[in-house]
C-alpha cells in the first residue's frame, strides 16, 4: 500500500506539472493568436508583464522570462513521465528518476520564491511557498515513508 501511495504522489505531480505545462504553452498560443481555448487560464503572461512594467522590464525579457518558465514546466513534466513509466520493481533507476523529476522542479518553485520576493509580490510568493511547500514534503514522504511491510 505505501509503495502505490509513493507512486500515486510522482502521479499526481506529473499530472499536476503537465497542466501548468499546457496552461501556459496554450496560454501562450492564445496570446499569438493561433488558438482561443476558455477552458485554458492564459493570464499567466499578462501578470508576468504587469508585474515586471514597474521595473522597466522590456518585451524581449518578458517573453523570454514566460518561455523559460513553460520549459521548465516541460522538463518537469517530461522527467515527471519517465519516473511514472519506470516499474518500482527497478528501485534504483525509480527513485533516481523521481529524484531528477523533484529537483528539477522544486528549482522553478525557488526560482519563483526568489522573483517573487524582488518584485515584492508576498501574496504571490505565500501561493508559491504553500504549492513548493506541499511538493516538497511529498518528495520527503517518498524518501521517508519506508516501503510495504513483508506480510
Not at 54 to 79: C, E
Not at 86 to 103: C, N, Q
Request: charged share 10%; glycine share 8%; with cysteine.
Amino acid at each position: 500500500m505505501r509503495v502505490l501511495f509513493k507512486q500515486s504522489l510522482v502521479v499526481f505531480w506529473g499530472l499536476w506539472w503537465a497542466i501548468a505545462f499546457l496552461t501556459d504553452f496554450v496560454g501562450g498560443l492564445e496570446m499569438l493568436g493561433f488558438t482561443s481555448t476558455p477552458w485554458f487560464d492564459g493570464q499567466n503572461y499578462p501578470f508576468l508583464k504587469q508585474t515586471l512594467a514597474p521595473f522597466g522590464a522590456t518585451a524581449a525579457i518578458d517573453i523570454a522570462l514566460f518561455v523559460g518558465i513553460i520549459l521548465w514546466a516541460l522538463v518537469s513534466t517530461l522527467l515527471f513521465s519517465f519516473a511514472i513509466v519506470t516499474p518500482y520493481s527497478h528501485k534504483e533507476l525509480w527513485i533516481k528518476r523521481v529524484d531528477y523529476a523533484f529537483v528539477v522542479s522544486l528549482g522553478l518553485w525557488l526560482a519563483f520564491f526568489l522573483a517573487d520576493q524582488v518584485v515584492m509580490k508576498f501574496d504571490l510568493e505565500q501561493n508559491h511557498m504553500v504549492q513548493g511547500g506541499f511538493q516538497l514534503l511529498c518528495y520527503l514522504t517518498i524518501h521517508l515513508l519506508p516501503d510495504d511491510s513483508p506480510g
